[in-house]
């Protein structure tokens, strides 16, 4: 960037009119006079130009190539403690990172001014948020939060975008693959908003990184993270240091859109994720609820991808991390994507102090469902029409329909 930098000044310097340059053995003196390059000593002022300019770009290159050695002398120090590599696009100071005043910025959002007004939409730009699993949820939810006007993001992901991910993944393409998932979206959001300050983080959350990932008070963490372990531990990191959070459920395996809710965490029995994260948090951390979690009341369509192990090997020498699991589940893009945006818009709109509440989820037992029925055979006979109703015997097969038997006095 430096040395693009120097080459643009010494066009620069070439094309306009020059300043006073002196040589320390006073051989050259450029003036302008009238738009006109005086010559001396038979040197050509466009030689002089690219002796300058020259110059700036050996500095310029030097500085960047020794920043360059001592970052990744840091990086890899950071490597060996297990710690995260993170960089930054910005050197501003984010606590009073703001330009919403700017007319160009203005404009860009001028649509979610208009639809939170004018302190909410300050309040969305003013925000701090962490996104913490950049696969086909999280980079659709980052990149609507960036598309929001959050000016702050910090992108976390140890993984690397391949093939495979290219149908889920909110921006990547072919030339993107190898690329680490948080630089991927660094790259393609540079250019969306530039004014945005974003930190990127290639590195899976562990308790060693905790106040590195999480420092720096954030306004909201979102949980996209698809291991249980390390969903666990971060949940309960957020919860300890009071940080707001939003987890995410399973969106592999599933296509129906419209089953699609948030609810709390203790309330999360429909989703095997969710469900075991449920469990792991109270044996493991007491903790009973308050989490909000996002996630699909439908039914998994596909089991897991089987795996066959080699002669002598078992399936732990499949995995990529220890207690990761081994077995890919298939995935529909469209149901991540859906999901990341769910995510993006509880996140904003709670920014914006206008939260929306989702539809309850109603998962009844058996028992309450034999309640409900006898209460409605009881209504039934009160009104007298006990003979003409559908006969369902229930002692077979729980509440399960076996047979309707319409009367004669139906007919």
């Given at each position: 960037?430096?040395?693009?930098?120097?080459?643009?000044?010494?066009?620069?310097?070439?094309?306009?009119?020059?300043?006073?340059?002196?040589?320390?053995?006073?051989?050259?003196?450029?003036?302008?006079?009238?738009?006109?390059?005086?010559?001396?000593?038979?040197?050509?002022?466009?030689?002089?130009?690219?002796?300058?300019?020259?110059?700036?770009?050996?500095?310029?290159?030097?500085?960047?190539?020794?920043?360059?050695?001592?970052?990744?002398?840091?990086?890899?120090?950071?490597?060996?403690?297990?710690?995260?590599?993170?960089?930054?696009?910005?050197?501003?100071?984010?606590?009073?990172?703001?330009?919403?005043?700017?007319?160009?910025?203005?404009?860009?959002?001028?649509?979610?001014?208009?639809?939170?007004?004018?302190?909410?939409?300050?309040?969305?730009?003013?925000?701090?948020?962490?996104?913490?699993?950049?696969?086909?949820?999280?980079?659709?939810?980052?990149?609507?939060?960036?598309?929001?006007?959050?000016?702050?993001?910090?992108?976390?992901?140890?993984?690397?975008?391949?093939?495979?991910?290219?149908?889920?993944?909110?921006?990547?393409?072919?030339?993107?693959?190898?690329?680490?998932?948080?630089?991927?979206?660094?790259?393609?959001?540079?250019?969306?908003?530039?004014?945005?300050?974003?930190?990127?983080?290639?590195?899976?959350?562990?308790?060693?990184?905790?106040?590195?990932?999480?420092?720096?008070?954030?306004?909201?963490?979102?949980?996209?993270?698809?291991?249980?372990?390390?969903?666990?531990?971060?949940?309960?990191?957020c919860v300890r240091r009071e940080i707001p959070v939003l987890a995410c459920g399973g969106a592999g395996s599933k296509c129906d859109p419209t089953r699609i809710r948030i609810v709390d965490v203790a309330e999360s029995v429909v989703d095997p994720l969710a469900r075991a994260v449920?469990?792991?948090?109270?044996?493991?951390?007491?903790?009973?609820?308050?989490?909000?979690?996002?996630?699909?009341?439908?039914?998994?369509?596909?089991?897991?991808?089987?795996?066959?192990?080699?002669?002598?090997?078992?399936?732990?020498?499949?995995?990529?991390?220890?207690?990761?699991?081994?077995?890919?589940?298939?995935?529909?893009?469209?149901?991540?994507?859906?999901?990341?945006?769910?995510?993006?818009?509880?996140?904003?709109?709670?920014?914006?102090?206008?939260?929306?509440?989702?539809?309850?989820?109603?998962?009844?037992?058996?028992?309450?469902?034999?309640?409900?029925?006898?209460?409605?055979?009881?209504?039934?006979?009160?009104?007298?029409?006990?003979?003409?109703?559908?006969?369902?015997?229930?002692?077979?097969?729980?509440?399960?329909?076996?047979?309707?038997?319409?009367?004669?006095?139906?007919?």
């Amino acid at each position: 960037m430096l040395f693009c930098r120097s080459l643009v000044l010494a066009r620069s310097l070439d094309k306009h009119i020059w300043p006073i340059v002196r040589t320390s053995s006073n051989l050259v003196h450029i003036t302008h006079v009238e738009s006109t390059v005086l010559r001396r000593d038979g040197m050509d002022s466009r030689f002089v130009a690219a002796f300058v300019a020259g110059g700036i770009a050996g500095a310029c290159m030097s500085c960047t190539l020794l920043y360059r050695r001592d970052a990744e002398a840091a990086a890899a120090a950071r490597n060996e403690l297990g710690l995260a590599k993170t960089t930054s696009t910005s050197d501003r100071q984010v606590s009073t990172f703001t330009h919403m005043d700017d007319e160009i910025v203005r404009e860009h959002f001028t649509r979610n001014i208009q639809f939170f007004g004018e302190k909410g939409q300050q309040r969305v730009a003013r925000a701090f948020i962490v996104v913490i699993g950049l696969g086909g949820v999280g980079s659709h939810c980052a990149h609507m939060l960036l598309r929001s006007g959050v000016s702050r993001l910090r992108l976390v992901d140890f993984d690397q975008v391949s093939l495979s991910s290219l149908n889920r993944h909110a921006v990547a393409t072919r030339e993107d693959v190898g690329m680490s998932k948080a630089e991927c979206l660094a790259a393609h959001f540079a250019r969306i908003y530039p004014e945005a300050c974003l930190d990127v983080c290639t590195a899976m959350y562990r308790k060693e990184a905790e106040e590195e990932l999480l420092g720096g008070e954030p306004d909201f963490v979102i949980d996209c993270i698809d291991n249980i372990d390390t969903k666990v531990e971060l949940l309960a990191a957020c919860v300890r240091r009071e940080i707001p959070v939003l987890a995410c459920g399973g969106a592999g395996s599933k296509c129906d859109p419209t089953r699609i809710r948030i609810v709390d965490v203790a309330e999360s029995v429909v989703d095997p994720l969710a469900r075991a994260v449920r469990h792991r948090l109270k044996r493991d951390h007491g903790i009973n609820g308050g989490i909000p979690v996002l996630l699909s009341t439908e039914k998994q369509r596909c089991d897991l991808v089987p795996v066959e192990a080699e002669d002598g090997k078992s399936l732990k020498d499949y995995q990529v991390l220890p207690n990761f699991r081994i077995r890919t589940i298939p995935v529909f893009g469209a149901l991540p994507a859906i999901f990341g945006m769910a995510c993006a818009a509880h996140v904003v709109t709670t920014l914006a102090e206008q939260p929306f509440d989702s539809e309850p989820v109603f998962r009844m037992q058996l028992q309450q469902y034999e309640t409900q029925l006898e209460r409605l055979r009881d209504r039934e006979d009160s009104k007298g029409s006990a003979d003409a109703c559908l006969g369902v015997d229930l002692e077979v097969g729980k509440s399960q329909r076996l047979h309707k038997d319409f009367t004669s006095s139906v007919l």
